[in-house]
């Protein structure tokens, strides 16, 4: 043994004592070593001592060092992981823990004798290594390869045994040792083949596999390891449970609601495209999906509380588990039936292999009596009952989001239509989403090449018949669909997001027209224009900029664009609405309240909001001749702008009579077909040539 070997050992017990007053330290403050890492040191430091101390033994010894090395390198790898990181000894732990390659193979040690001529007859190397693998946590067997007259393998006989592997195996090592391990241990056999096993020999390489292995009663997980040792192998039991129940229960926590213990849309969707795919192989199997939706879920959830509200999804999840275990809806070919959550108060249920959409209705309409059942909570008696939309597989569907979709498109239909019912997905609802989504993809290209046009409809001053401005209306010239007017396409808009962009584009376009005319007829400059602005535009940031850089743009006066809103948009946040009215205000532009009378109409929010004209809907002008009462509403409406200092439009304006009441009430400004409808730009000419062009229609 060299000078240089010595120095190695001593470096060794050096890192391994270091490491363990590390340790210690780490304990008085207070910070708690896991108690399972003290026998895996204990023990791999025992063994790692005892490995390089065999080397310096007999040629036998030498034997047991590659024996142990190997054991270590499978079981405490991580422990001899943390010395090399801790100590830097990386330049010699290749030395430490050889290569997997033959022992004859590596230069820097002698060839060994062939370990079934030596390690039987050499008892106290045997019991030294027992003594080494005794504190080992996993079970370990030392198997030599038993061969034929032709020098093939036919069987492995047990040369060695720990304590471990004893209580693993339910067997005590003195009626194992010395048999053929094939033969007696069929669970060893199960493990791996004996082609598999002579694969390690031939090879070198490892074999590696996980059992639920139960003995006496008790079953546990274990990775089984075989190594080459010699003309033979090295096999370790390490007990896995620990680390299988905790991947058991990372796979429940991916694929589960944590609320109500439901399956969530990853797994629901994963169980759809099985079925899908079952479909697509067995014509005759039929499944369905029931869509869910609580009709007064926020209303519960708002009052109650959000405990009140978990409270009531966690009842609803229990009622839907217990209703289709007791279904009479056996699952002949499939899964079974899967109940999930989606999200907030949406649930979907996969009926599996169903008789036609007649089971899926029955179904429905079953869950429904139970689920309109009053719950108790908090001791508020609470109902809620639910809207179902049925989708069945006939429609030869693809994708589960496909299902999922038309699910929820058959749900909304039965909410719109009273609610607490269910409607079944038809290929009529199927074309009709079909023509949706077409639609949708060549809004989003209008979108992109600003496909659009403006029309626009003179306002009326009434006190002279003077042109005071225009209101203008956005136009979507369809491809084949021909001129699409605003109800037909911004509802869509204003449901896939598109709304601020086609805002701007009408905010910028109404402004680059306005200052054309402008510029045309010098005697029309105080002309105004009106451009609603749609709910999305109304918070978002863009808005204010946008307006600026238009204004800029086109050298429109800022008092000359008139910006419409509903009173709903007002009221839905008022702080943040007093916030851009305000900023909105400062630059100059004219803040109109559109269809007054309609919405909240709160007297007092009048005050709050900077608010320049109000605009009366034509509901009320059409009633005013019919309705006493209308008439009183619109005088009041006048007269309360008045003293506000605001001025009013009336919109809607068709007949004779309705303008002359509108004038005798001191209206302002009026609008509507009794002057003209919406007209192109190149039309508009007529209006600005003549300076009071409605004077005698006034």
């Known amino acids: 043994m060299s000078i240089i070997d010595i120095i190695r050992d001593v470096i060794l017990v050096a890192a391994a004592v270091l490491v363990l007053i590390v340790l210690r330290r780490v304990g008085t403050e207070k910070r708690r070593v896991p108690v399972g890492v003290w026998p895996f040191l204990v023990t791999g430091f025992s063994l790692l001592l005892m490995g390089r101390v065999l080397e310096t033994l007999t040629p036998e010894a030498l034997h047991l060092s590659v024996l142990v090395k190997a054991v270590l390198q499978e079981i405490f790898g991580f422990v001899l992981g943390f010395v090399t990181l801790s100590t830097g000894l990386i330049r010699w732990l290749p030395d430490l823990l050889p290569s997997r390659e033959p022992a004859e193979q590596q230069p820097s040690t002698p060839a060994p004798a062939p370990i079934e001529a030596n390690l039987p007859s050499e008892h106290s190397s045997q019991e030294l290594l027992a003594s080494i693998l005794k504190s080992s946590l996993a079970g370990v067997l030392v198997l030599r390869a038993v061969r034929d007259d032709i020098g093939d393998v036919v069987d492995f006989e047990c040369k060695l045994m720990n304590a471990t592997a004893e209580q693993i195996l339910g067997r005590p090592a003195s009626s194992f040792v010395g048999c053929c391990v094939l033969r007696e241990l069929p669970c060893l056999k199960a493990e791996i083949s004996l082609a598999e096993a002579v694969s390690v020999i031939d090879t070198g390489l490892p074999f590696k596999s996980e059992r639920h292995f139960t003995q006496g009663g008790n079953g546990a997980w274990y990775q089984f390891v075989a190594v080459k040792l010699g003309d033979g192998l090295a096999v370790t039991f390490a007990d896995i449970s620990a680390r299988k129940r905790a991947e058991a229960q990372l796979r429940h926590a991916a694929h589960h609601d944590t609320l109500t213990g439901l399956p969530n849309r990853a797994l629901f969707m994963e169980r759809l495209q099985q079925a899908i795919n079952r479909a697509k192989r067995f014509p005759e199997y039929e499944f369905a999906v029931l869509f869910l939706d609580f009709d007064r879920f926020k209303i519960i959830n708002d009052s109650l509380g959000h405990d009140a509200g978990d409270q009531l999804l966690t009842g609803i999840a229990d009622r839907l588990r217990g209703n289709l275990r007791s279904l009479d809806l056996p699952s002949r070919v499939g899964d079974g039936h899967l109940p999930a959550r989606l999200g907030g108060d949406e649930f979907v249920i996969l009926l599996d292999s169903i008789n036609g959409v007649r089971d899926a209705v029955r179904v429905a309409e079953r869950l429904q009596i139970e689920l309109s059942a009053p719950h108790t909570i908090d001791g508020h008696e609470v109902i809620s009952t639910a809207s179902i939309g049925i989708v069945t597989s006939n429609l030869g569907y693809e994708t589960p989001d496909d299902i999922i979709r038309d699910a929820d498109t058959a749900m909304y239909r039965a909410k719109t239509s009273g609610k607490a019912r269910h409607v079944v997905f ?273």
Not at 477 to 499: C, D, K, N, W, Y
Not at 533 to 542: I, K, N, S, V
Not at 590 to 616: A, N, Q
Not at 657 to 679: E, I, N, P, T, W
Request: net charge negative; hydrophobic share 45%; with cysteine.
């Open 426 to 698: 038809d290929q009529k609802m199927h074309e009709e989403v079909v023509d949706r989504l077409d639609l949708e993809q060549q809004l989003r290209e209008a979108v992109e090449q600003c496909a659009f046009t403006l029309e626009f409809e003179p306002i009326v001053d009434l006190h002279d018949g003077g042109l005071a401005g225009f209101e203008a209306l956005i136009r979507w010239p369809h491809p084949t669909r021909g001129l699409l007017q605003p109800s037909e396409f911004v509802p869509l808009a204003e449901e896939i997001g598109l709304m601020v962009p086609i805002g701007a584009w009408v905010i910028s376009e109404a402004c680059r027209q306005l200052k054309e005319w402008h510029t045309a007829y010098p005697t029309q400059t105080n002309l105004a224009i009106s451009v609603n602005l749609a709910r999305q535009q109304m918070l978002h940031p863009d808005l204010i900029p946008t307006i600026e850089r238009v204004l800029a743009e086109t050298g429109v006066p800022a008092e000359r664009l008139r910006l419409e809103m509903v009173e709903d948009m007002l009221m839905d946040d008022q702080k943040a609405a007093q916030t851009v009215l305000g900023q909105l205000r400062t630059l100059g532009v004219k803040l109109v309240m559109d269809d007054f009378g309609t919405g909240h109409s709160s007297l007092s929010s009048l005050h709050r909001f900077p608010i320049d004209i109000l605009k009366i809907d034509r509901d009320f002008i059409g009633s005013v001749k019919k309705r006493r009462d209308y008439g009183a509403i619109v005088h009041a409406v006048v007269e309360l702008a008045h003293n506000l200092d605001m001025q009013v439009v009336a919109e809607g304006v068709e007949t004779e009579d309705q303008l002359a009441l509108l004038q005798a009430l001191d209206c302002d400004y009026a609008q509507g077909q009794r002057f003209s409808l919406a007209v192109p730009a190149d039309e508009v000419k007529r209006f600005l040539e003549t300076e009071h062009c409605f004077r005698h229609a006034a």
